[in-house]
């Protein structure tokens, strides 16, 4: 066993430890080299370009910053930059080559769209992602490509920005100004549909050529001028914008007026230190990607400042872009999608690395594009310019800017999201919206061009020509509308008529200035309005004034405005006296109907009387005949209010109370009615409708060269019995020779006829609805809505009734003449009601009654009888004639027959013998207990006195009181059954009489 020296064995244990540390750092340090793998990514720009030169520093300074923020990643990005030389193939060489000899991962770039274009369709073969900061053509989307990443904002979407800014002014026709290539063409389809989901018409597609000359900028820019469309979209480089911004200004399209938008195109490119480009683009409008402020970005700006001195210390005048800021975070977006897939063979198969890397078809497969793809679309991340988040390979968009060139920089007016439009003001905090608004006031104040700041309206009068020229029709009748006379001495063409009148007035009612010019225009008499609105499709009118009807085949190829007439084609035809007015005119006030209901009224009003006052009125008794005639009576004598007979029942009385009212105002409307027959209408028209000429084979007439000959032939008429008319006169000759039996014209037209001869004819009936007369513009001009908002203003004033009054003078006595004379009479249908509640009052005065009846003679329903099967027909016939005899306790009867039933009893003073048999026989005593006399005079002798009478009235009977005089009693009883009226009458006399 070794025994270790104390003294020595502490330097020994020292010199372990010291190295064992040193060979761990050294397998650190391998572990440290081995741990990090090296992936290689192309990049493709056009490297002599400032654009490049910026955005290539920006991705330098983003690998830089993105490894130092994650030093623990085991994979770094190594860029293979190739130069494009501004060419479509040089792009597409330096891509092959990257894909073929560098077996790149992927390719970063290239700078244009038109670049990108061929480069994307190489992707569909190799696998190989390309990720493009800066081309922002929508029409890249078409390839559709699943390896093309658009890291950049597409020109499509801030389309919708730039229409909410056109809508919110209200402007109703733009011109798009754009650069004639790939890139400005991409936009424009998106831009014309956009514009018409909210009726804005993209009225012209103005192209300039990228290699423009000064002279063909103008040319181009004064062909603008001579439009109305005053609102430009421009969509084009700095480079050949600010060119043509220089030459607008030169020939005076910066002024007042003027409305120029720009694209992001432009905005995310200029410099607002290059203050001669922005003076000439004074009150300009733009959209721009808003980039939020942070201390990050500040940060980036400083450190990329000095990158780029370093790489390009001869130039110093370049700056920060947007391009830049997305070429920052695409390049970390691509070095966190490759650390997912670090796990993987990065690399390329089956590449053929012979030739000289120009052979586009000699490359492999990328074995780990599809992978790469998937990561890149996970990817979302907070950036430099807000949040990065990539969609089906579209960058999503967040929010833009509206800006204001005011001359010394750039003015932000307000924002615009996706789903709030445009505000003022964004909520920095969680960037919602705090102020939202669907008008221009979600905008801040614009200064316009030539330092305006009232809102331009969009469109002008040429400025080649200061009138607006506006057709006339020049044509022979209805003058009232258009007419046109040549005035030798001032060899000038003077127009005047309703039409002119009325469009005049409009005019006034603008909130600018117009000026016609009018133009005569001689056409063909046959379709004279056809010819003249064709005129305004041709460019040769800016407007047509006349009589010119809407019609559906007309507005293909121009617009109409509200109309200013009234519409509809109607019937005119002759007026005749009406010459049976004496003979049967009194049935005419009423309707058949209404006739025969008044009548079978009158006979249930009657029937209901007679049942209500039968048993309690002697005035409805008597044989059958007497009280059907009485009834009839009575219920018909009440039309005239002559009734004579009592009605003494309260049900009776509240049925005819009723019905009394209704009499009343039938007789009332009768005698109206009546009335206006015999004094007021002493016309009617010969014909009422349509088919009742065709089915006569008459003749009718149309104005020449209008619609309304296609109208009446789809109606049913022939060819041959259709005559046509120029004027006023020739329809009236028309008439009066008795060539037609009607004419049929619109409504205006019709109005001017009648206006001279409203005693002799009138209107019918509407046959056929039209639109009226209208003002004729070209399609989309944007006079079209604000004379129509005009129109109505004047339609609402007095203006319009006085300008009708001036050219349609109605004679004294005329009526309406689109209203047709009416001969209607009164129906069921006006009286109905009250027909209703005279029918309710009577059935129910019948059931309330028949219900008491009954009541009373409920007796006669609890009776026994022997032959049950008998029982129900013989109560009903006891029924039945009980019904139809007097109700003797009735209050009438009651007292009848008191006042006449009277007992007269005569005594003798001196015998106690009872009446002598001739007395006897004079007496009028009841001799059956069940048939006593109504009236009874009884006498007997009282023994010892002088003969007296003894009188019992019925009339007192009820108070059951006996009155004495001298010579008679009065015995008062009270009457009920004829069998106990006799044994009451039999004891009072027995009871008051003395025997004997």
């Not at 860029?79 to 501004?86: A, E, F, G, K, V």
């Not at 991962?105 to 073969?125: C, H, N």
């Not at 430099?384 to 060139?405: A, D």
């Amino acid at each position: 066993m070794k025994i270790l020296n104390p003294t020595t064995e502490p330097k020994s244990l020292a010199g372990s430890l010291a190295l064992f540390f040193w060979c761990f750092s050294l397998m650190g340090v391998g572990f440290g080299q081995n741990s990090t793998r090296e992936v290689k990514v192309g990049v493709v720009l056009d490297l002599r370009t400032t654009f490049s030169k910026i955005c290539l520093a920006s991705i330098h300074v983003s690998l830089s910053d993105f490894y130092a923020n994650h030093p623990n990643y085991t994979t770094r990005l190594s860029l293979r930059i190739r130069d494009s030389n501004q060419d479509v193939f040089a792009a597409s060489a330096a891509a092959s080559d990257l894909i073929k000899n560098e077996q790149v991962i992927a390719i970063v770039g290239p700078q244009s769209s038109t670049q990108a274009d061929f480069m994307i369709r190489l992707t569909k073969r190799s696998r190989v992602p390309i990720i493009s900061f800066s081309a922002t053509s929508p029409s890249l989307a078409s390839i559709r490509s699943p390896y093309f990443v658009r890291a950049t904002l597409s020109d499509s979407s801030q389309i919708n920005a730039i229409v909410s800014v056109v809508k919110s002014f209200g402007w109703r026709n733009v011109v798009a100004v754009y650069v004639d290539d790939e890139f400005g063409e991409g936009i424009v389809p998106y831009l014309v549909d956009a514009f018409q989901d909210v009726n804005t018409r993209v009225a012209y597609r103005s192209m300039i050529s990228p290699d423009a000359s000064d002279d063909e900028i103008l040319r181009e820019l004064y062909k603008l001028m001579t439009m109305q469309t005053r609102v430009f979209v421009v969509h084009m480089f700095p480079s050949l914008g600010f060119r043509v911004f220089a030459k607008a200004r030169e020939i005076g399209m910066m002024e007042d007026g003027y409305v120029w938008i720009l694209t992001d195109a432009m905005t995310h490119l200029m410099r607002s230190n290059d203050r001669k480009n922005l003076e000439n683009m004074k009150g300009v409008l733009g959209v721009r990607t808003h980039v939020p402020n942070s201390n990050q970005l500040e940060d980036f700006r400083i450190r990329w400042r000095k990158e780029y001195q370093k790489a390009n210390p001869e130039t110093d005048d370049a700056g920060l872009n947007v391009f830049a800021l997305w070429a920052y975070d695409s390049v970390a977006a691509l070095a966190m999608a490759v650390e997912k897939t670090s796990s993987m063979n990065l690399g390329v198969d089956g590449v053929n690395i012979s030739g000289n890397g120009s052979d586009l078809g000699a490359f492999g497969v990328s074995r780990n594009g599809p992978t790469l793809m998937r990561s890149l679309s996970d990817t979302r991340y907070k950036g430099l310019t807000g949040e990065f988040n990539i969609i089906n390979g579209e960058l999503q968009p967040s929010v833009f800017e509206i800006i204001n060139l005011n001359g010394n920089g750039v003015r932000v007016i307000g924002f615009w999201t996706h789903d709030k439009g445009l505000v003022k003001e964004l909520d920095q905090r969680n960037g919602t919206m705090e102020h939202y608004s669907a008008s221009n006031e979600s905008l801040l104040a614009v200064t316009w061009p030539g330092e305006s700041t009232s809102i331009p309206r969009g469109w002008e009068i040429p400025t080649n020509r200061k009138k607006l020229r506006v057709g006339v029709p020049m044509k022979g009748g209805f003058e009232e509308f258009m007419k046109v006379r040549y005035d030798p001495r001032t060899n000038s063409s003077i127009v005047s008529g309703y039409s002119k009148d009325v469009f005049e007035a409009v005019l006034r009612r603008l909130p600018y200035s117009v000026t016609p010019e009018y133009i005569p225009f001689k056409a063909p008499v046959e379709n004279y309005t056809n010819h003249l609105v064709y005129q305004v499709f041709l460019e040769k009118f800016d407007a047509v004034v006349g009589d010119i009807t809407i019609v559906a085949n007309r507005t293909v190829y121009v617009d109409f405005t509200l109309p200013y007439t009234e519409s509809g084609v109607s019937m005119l035809v002759p007026l005749r006296t009406n010459r049976d007015k004496n003979t049967w005119v009194f049935l005419k006030p009423w309707s058949w109907d209404l006739w025969v209901t008044s009548g079978c009224f009158f006979i249930f009003i009657g029937f209901a009387v007679w049942v209500l006052e039968h048993r309690v009125n002697e005035d409805f008794r008597g044989p059958p005949h007497h009280q059907i005639g009485t009834s009839f009576w009575f219920s018909f004598s009440t039309l005239v209010f002559a009734h004579r007979e009592r009605v003494v029942s309260n049900l009776a009385r509240f049925v005819v109370i009723v019905w009394c009212f209704v009499v009343l105002v039938l007789t009332q409307s009768y005698t109206a009615s009546l009335t206006s027959l015999l004094t007021v209408q002493q016309f009617q028209p010969t014909v009422m409708n349509v088919n009742q000429l065709i089915k006569n084979g008459d003749y009718v007439g149309f104005l020449q060269g209008s619609f309304v000959h296609d109208i009446l032939k789809n109606l049913g008429f022939g060819e041959s019995k259709l005559r046509s008319f120029t004027s006023v006169e020739e329809l009236e000759e028309l008439f009066s020779n008795g060539r037609i039996a009607a004419a049929f014209d619109e409504v205006p037209y019709l109005k001017v006829f009648l206006s001279q001869y409203c005693s002799k004819y009138t209107t019918v009936e509407t046959s056929f609805k039209t639109a009226g007369f209208s003002f004729v513009f070209p399609k989309g001009s944007p006079l079209t809505d604000d004379v129509s908002k005009a129109i109505l203003e004047v339609n609402e004033g007095e203006e319009m009734r006085q300008i009708e009054k001036k050219w349609f003078k109605n004679q004294g006595n005329c009526s309406d003449p689109t209203t047709a004379l009416s001969s209607n009479p009164l129906s069921l249908t006006s009286f109905w009601g009250l027909f209703l509640i005279a029918g309710v009052a009577s059935f129910l005065a019948i059931v309330v009654f028949m219900a008491m009846f009954l009541y009373e003679q409920r007796h006669t329903w609890k009776q026994s009888n022997d032959a049950p099967q008998d029982s129900m027909w013989r109560k009903s016939a006891v029924l039945l004639r009980i019904f139809n005899e007097k109700d003797l306790k009735s209050h009438m009867f009651k007292k009848s027959e008191n006042a006449q039933s009277v007992i007269a009893i005569e005594t003798s003073p001196n015998t106690h013998c009872p009446p002598s048999p001739s007395t006897a026989q004079n007496t009028p005593w009841p001799q059956s207990p069940r048939s006593p006399s109504k009236d009874s005079n009884f006498s007997f002798f009282r023994e010892g006195r002088t003969s007296s009478s003894l009188v019992l009235r019925e009339e007192h009977f009820s108070t059951g009181a006996v009155e004495h005089d001298e010579d008679e009693y009065h015995v008062e009883i009270e009457v009920g059954d004829p069998t106990e009226r006799e044994r009451e009458m039999r004891n009072i006399i027995a009871e008051h009489i003395p025997a004997g």
